[in-house]
Each structure stands twice: as C-alpha cells, then as structure tokens.
C-alpha cells in the first residue's frame, strides 16, 4: 500500500511539472489512441456478426429497398416478374409496352401417356324426383399424376450364325450395332440414366447403388465410377468440338470453384484443386449456348490463360478475381467485363454484418444496394428487346445512374476506414469500375455474370454430396460430362435423352470420327430427334 501510494504521488508529481503543451499533446496521442481502438473494436465485432450470419443466418440478397437515393426504384422493382415487355418503336422514339400474364397452373403435357377412368350415375340415380330420366348434359374433367416405379430390363444381343451345308467356308456370324463399352452390361440408357443421376440429380453413386439393390439389381460403385470414365473418354471428341466452336463465339463468361482430389500424385490429399467453368452466350446474344467444365489442379490464371488461348472473341465476363487478368490484357485484346452481381453482394455484406439496432436504418451500404437496383431495374425493362435497342436504353438511361454513382464513391472512399467491410465494398466498386462499366458498351453483353454462376452451381450441389472426387480421372471425367449435361440443359435438351442418343451414336462412327459426324451430335443439330424440355 505505501508502495503505491509513493507511486502514486511521484506520478502527480510528474504531472504537475509538465508544461501545457505537453499536457496537450499527452491527451492528443490518448484521444488518438482511443479512437484507433474503437476503429478496431468495430472491424472486429463487423467480422464477428458478419461470420456469423454466413454460418447461421440466410443466404438470400433480398432487403427491403429503401430510396433515400433514388425515389423511383421501388415502382421499377415492384413490376411482377410474369410481365413480357414489348419494345414499340414510332417516330423514332423507342417506348416500352407490357403485358401482364395472368397466373394459373401450367398444363399438363399432352404428349404423356393418359388413362381414363369414367364416373357415372347408377340406373337408380339417373331418376329425376319428377320421375323422369336424367340424359346427360356435360362432363367435368380434371387431371392427375400418376407415377409408375422404374422398370428395368435385360436386353439380349444374339446374333445368329450361319454356315454352308454344301462347303467348307466358315461360318458368318450377324453383327450387331458397336456400343459405347463393348463387353459390358451398361447399355446407353443405363449409363445415360447412371450419369444424370450424380451429375444432374446430385446422387453419389454408393446411393445409387443402394438403389439398383431394392430392385435386385448388383452394381458396384467401382463399376460405375469405371463406366463414367470410360464414356468421358468416348465423348472427348463431341467436347473438343463444343470448346472449338467456344472458341468463335465473341463473348465467354468464366467463374471457378473449388474441388479436393484426394490421390492426386506428389500433392497432399486436402490440397485445393479448382473446377473452372467457361459459357458462350448471354441473354442479348442469339448464338447457342455451350457449357464446358475444365478440372485444373489450381487457381493461377496461367489455367485460364491456356483454356482461352485460341479464343478469337472480344469480351470475357468475370467476377473481380484477378488472376484473369492474365487473359485481358492489351496484347489479347480481350476486354474484362465485370460483374455488379459481385459489387452488389459487398455492399449486401454490409448490411448483413450491422448490429440489430441497425439494420432498418438508411446508410451509405443502402443507398448503394438502391443504386445498383435502379440499374437492374433497367436491365428488366430491356430483356425482351434486340441488342441494339438495349444499347440505346443502357447509354440513355443506366449511363446517368452509373456517373452518379461514381461520383458519390470517389466522395464515399475517403470518409470509411479501408478495413471495414464498407470501405472493402468501395474500394472493390472502384477497383473494378472500368470492368463494372463496360457492359453500357454492347447491348448483347449482360449486367453480371450470374449466368455463369448458375451453371456452375449444379456442380456446387453434387460437391456437397459426394465431397471429392479420388482421382484426377474422376474430376476430368466429371467435367467432361457436367459439360455435356449442361450444355444440353441450356439448350433445353432433356439431358438424360441426350446422353443417350450421343452414347448410342457416337462408337457407330469408329475411333476416327469425321467432323461432320460429330457435328450431328451437337444440341442444336439434334434438337428434332431428343425429348426438349419445356
């Protein structure tokens, strides 16, 4: 106690012989320090709410919007997205129409087969009160789904023999047609069926093999993985055909995702290995759309770099990850196109991560969201017009709205910490501003790249499922036939009736494949022969 107390007054002491100044310049540094303090005290507990709604809370972007920067937006969002816009065009003047659709079930298909099942009065009941017989006048029909449990068959190849009574000149023996894996039980509709069901319907093939059990049935996983190898492999030539006809096209979007390969040689099990992900066509475009799957052991752009090193297009849409820059460069003449998806979700963040007292509260991360919603808006308005009148509407309308949100980020930037998620949304605007931008430029490129990201969320799904894949094999087979599903899927081909027509087709033309025979087998070259879907 008398130690502290002499402690005590030595530091009065001291105090008290210090000049003002120095007393001043004391409380600036503490006030200084306090302040840093708090900055990081609000980083931290940001991190702490923003880590916590992405493992608990909702992955919606939805908020309500509220207009403190533009009053209009809530009109423009509130239309119903049943709504078909027509573009009306007179005395130079484009002006939109709509037409609002009214709702009811969609019908059921008409060429599914039907069973009839008539319900009639008795004789007795066909007596009106008054005595007399009822006639009838009418019916009331309605419809249900009735649904029939798989059916499996065995198909019996035989092949009858012949030979000469008369001679000795062998026997001649009835070919049959070549399939995709010769002396195998897997015929195309099996493998097709097998193949849409991990890579469509997200079933890891130990549960397909419990299932092929209830019915009887003995198939191994190992088969079965051993199988979607093998078609891969068949297929190879249909997809080199879809990457050079990729290749043409003007305008790719890309995304990646991650992928773990577990024996991949002289790399570790948990190392990370990427599924990257390359589609032509955009909702302005009028080219038929091609979905291709390229596994990679990484991240490097160098991956990119040599997927599109033949691609005789302009424009590449990503998200901000830079390692793409190695493809848009100056000497590629590629330009990046950038995502306000991704911009978006930042500001999004944001808000996510307030405290509750917060969150209704108007700020800088909602007058953003406004802002990018406006321009969303716009794109609504033009989705059902050419390239061309879109253009027109994006520099007249979407132009204003992208000036004046610049202005208010150069102003913004300068007034929130860089650490803190809202400075990290700024600065990832600003950072990609030119990318952002660059879609006003072509009325066929589109606002984002969520096309992209929805072709490669299937993939995302069945990764949540079967986790990994074993081996380097399996992740390029993957991809090989994820390209083909989704491809045909995108060009609105039943995939599973396109697989099997590809697998029935494809070892009728030989090892050695004639250009022109693969190209019969691509989506729109066979749309009239394969189920499509609605």
């Given amino acids: 106690m008398f130690l502290w107390y002499n402690s005590a007054m030595k530091s009065t002491d001291d105090l008290s012989q210090k000049t003002t100044e120095e007393l001043h310049s004391i409380v600036c540094k503490q006030s200084s320090k306090i302040v840093d303090l708090e900055v990081k005290l609000q980083y931290y507990e940001e991190q702490f709410r923003s880590l916590t709604h992405k493992r608990f809370g909702a992955s919606s972007e939805k908020c309500d919007a509220q207009s403190e920067l533009f009053n209009e937006v809530e009109s423009i969002l509130a239309e119903d997205e049943s709504d078909t816009v027509s573009p009306v065009e007179e005395d130079g003047q484009l002006t939109i129409t709509y037409t609002r659709k009214k709702p009811g079930r969609k019908p059921l298909p008409k060429d599914l087969p039907r069973e009839q099942i008539r319900y009639e009065l008795s004789e007795e009941e066909q007596i009106c009160g008054c005595g007399h017989h009822l006639h009838e006048m009418g019916e009331d029909k309605s419809e249900q789904l009735e649904i029939i449990p798989a059916q499996v068959k065995v198909i019996e190849h035989i092949r009858v023999k012949y030979a000469c009574r008369h001679c000795d000149n062998g026997i001649k023996t009835a070919s049959k047609p070549a399939q995709p894996i010769e002396k195998s039980i897997a015929s195309a509709s099996l493998l097709a069926h097998i193949a849409v069901a991990k890579y469509t319907d997200a079933l890891p093939l130990y549960r397909q093999e419990a299932i092929f059990k209830r019915l009887n049935i003995d198939i191994n996983r190992t088969s079965m993985a051993n199988w979607m190898i093998k078609i891969s492999q068949l297929t190879q030539p249909l997809i080199q055909s879809l990457m050079a006809y990729q290749m043409q096209q003007n305008i790719l979007q890309a995304d990646e995702t991650p992928l773990q390969v577990v024996n991949e040689p002289g790399r570790d099990a948990k190392t990370k290995s990427y599924m990257w992900l390359y589609q032509t066509g955009s909702s302005g475009g009028s080219s038929p759309p091609v979905v291709i799957y390229d596994y990679q052991p990484g991240r ?5 770099k040599k997927y599109l090193k033949d691609y005789t297009g302009k424009y590449l849409q990503t998200d901000g990850y830079s390692g793409y820059a190695q493809v848009c460069t100056p000497v590629s003449g590629i330009v990046s196109v ?48 050419t390239p061309e009148q879109r253009y027109l509407i994006r520099q007249e309308k979407s132009q204003p709205i992208l000036n004046q949100f610049k202005k208010w980020l150069d102003k913004s930037v300068d007034q929130v910490p860089p650490k803190q998620l809202l400075g990290k949304a700024i600065h990832y605007a600003l950072n990609q501003w030119q990318q952002l931008i660059q879609y006003i430029e072509n009325g066929e490129l589109d606002i984002d790249n969520n096309a992209a990201e929805r072709r490669i969320k299937p993939f995302v799904i069945g990764r949540k499922n079967w986790l990994f894949s074993q081996t380097p ?7 090989t036939l994820y390209s083909l599903i ?34 019969q087998l691509l989506p729109w070259n066979c749309s009239e022969k394969i189920r499509c879907l609605q």
């Fill in 486 to 519: 989704e491809t045909a899927k995108a060009n609105a081909l039943e995939p599973q009736a396109y697989l099997k027509y590809i697998l029935t087709e494809l070892p009728k033309f030989g090892r050695h494949a004639e250009p022109d025979e693969i190209a």
């Fill in 300 to 304: 490097s752009g160098l991956y990119a």
């Fill in 338 to 385: 950038g995502c306000w998806a991704h911009a978006r979700r930042k500001f999004d963040e944001v808000i996510k991560a307030l405290p509750k007292s917060q969150k209704n509260k108007s700020g800088k991360a909602q007058m953003a969201i406004n802002t990018i919603a406006k321009l969303y808006a716009i794109e609504k308005q033009c989705r059902e017009i």
């Fill in 473 to 479: 094999k399996g992740a390029q087979a993957s991809a």
